[in-house]
């Protein structure tokens, strides 16, 4: 695998979540500090769907964790809205990963929430930043 195929942008994912009550703030929007959470759980079910579960990055040595993120905060959502959270890889090499996510009210067209965030591969024994391992790369890359 050469590097300009590890640059590629990959395959979108979507997944759709109901936004909860306690997720508020005092405007009654979603509170900004929880579209970070819904992030994380995009790119969690965009690795299962690609057959990585937590418990089989465990069994390769690491795990990827969310270094930096950029959220630009479009629109507001509210407590019963449906989400739709739109994610892909834009570029995966070395230890990092750069994922993009869209978030949008199911059925809607103007986004809520447009986002950018860099992973990276830490070994889960040092928690230090280790190669994507080759399984990882090959599975993001030959998606449908």
Known sequence: MNNDQQLMTM????TQLRVRHYEMDALGHVNNAVYQ????????????????????YRELGGVF????VEIDY???????????ITTWVK???GTRSRRH???RLLGEE???????????WVDVETM???PIPSEVLTAFLQQD
């Open 74 to 84: 479009l629109r507001p959502a509210a407590s019963g809205d449906i989400l739709e």
């Open 128 to 130: 230090r930043p280790r």
């Open 65 to 68: 964790v969310m270094r930096r």
């Open 11 to 14: 395959q979108k994912f979507t």
């Open 110 to 120: 103007d986004l809520v929430v447009k986002a950018e965030a860099l992973w990276v």
């Open 91 to 93: 570029e995966m090499r």
């Open 101 to 103: 996510y869209e978030i």
């Open 37 to 56: 959470h819904y992030l994380e759980q995009a790119a969690i079910e965009h690795s299962e769907h690609l057959g990585f579960t937590v418990s089989l």
